[in-house]
């Protein structure tokens, strides 16, 4: 190995010298730990407010969703309650109409598990809904048959009378969007089993066949003037 030349020293001097901190022995007594403000849950669940919150009561534990989360709780044994776990969040749905924060609390202290389990559950299933919809709720399948039926149109139509905007609706973690009068919310589904017939929807619970873009006034009208 040559010798180093005098270039090479000057440019080593140039070249500033890491300086390695010596590491400090932290008393863990004397550290103070600070809860964030938004908690985990709160971060991952959000209810955010929509104008179809005026079409169901607020989350309350009453007596009468007591006795039935403890009646589909006795289904199990005791070591394995946590099974409960979907008909508690259908419960909840029917009786309020969205899952809300308050709800996973309370479903989580029912079955004695942590709140994150109930949410992995609530954010797996897409019939689960995070914020509140319309009185009437619109599920239009997005699936093949139906895309090629025209289930975009009738998606676009239905937005078009009812004044909803689905700019800001992410396909799975927010699908819902609410009118401003909140009479009305639609969301994409995936296949509703009628192939043959497409393309279909849900109002609420109904099911509808054949429902082409230039039925879908129609098609609100009578759930309107009912």
Not at 107 to 131: C, H, M, N, W
Not at 182 to 204: H, I, M, R
Request: net charge negative.
């Amino acid at each position: 190995m040559s010798a180093p030349t005098e270039a090479s020293e000057t440019l080593d001097e140039q070249i500033p010298r890491l300086v390695v901190p010596t590491p400090t022995k932290i008393d863990r007594a004397q550290v103070v730990y600070v809860r964030p403000k938004i908690s985990v849950l709160e971060q991952n669940v959000r209810s955010p407010f929509t104008a179809g919150v005026k079409n169901f009561p607020t989350f309350e534990v009453t007596p009468a969703l007591t006795k039935k989360a403890n009646e589909r709780i006795a289904q199990y044994p005791e070591n394995q309650k946590r099974s409960a776990v979907l008909p508690l969040l259908h419960e909840v749905q029917h009786r309020f109409g969205f899952i809300s924060p308050e709800s996973i609390e309370w479903v989580a202290e029912k079955l004695d598990i942590s709140p994150i389990k109930v949410l992995e559950v609530v954010t797996f299933y897409p019939g689960f809904r995070q914020k509140a919809p319309g009185k009437f709720h619109v599920r239009v399948c997005r699936t093949l048959s139906c895309a090629m039926g025209g289930s975009e149109e009738l998606m676009e139509k239905l937005c078009e009378i009812t004044g909803i905007d689905r700019s800001q609706s992410d396909g799975h973690k927010d699908p819902i969007a609410v009118s401003p009068c909140g009479t009305y919310s639609v969301e994409f589904a995936e296949c509703l089993a009628s192939c043959g017939t497409a393309p279909v929807c849900l109002v609420n619970d109904d099911f509808h066949e054949g429902i082409s873009a230039d039925k879908a006034e129609a098609l609100l009208s009578s759930y309107t003037n009912s």
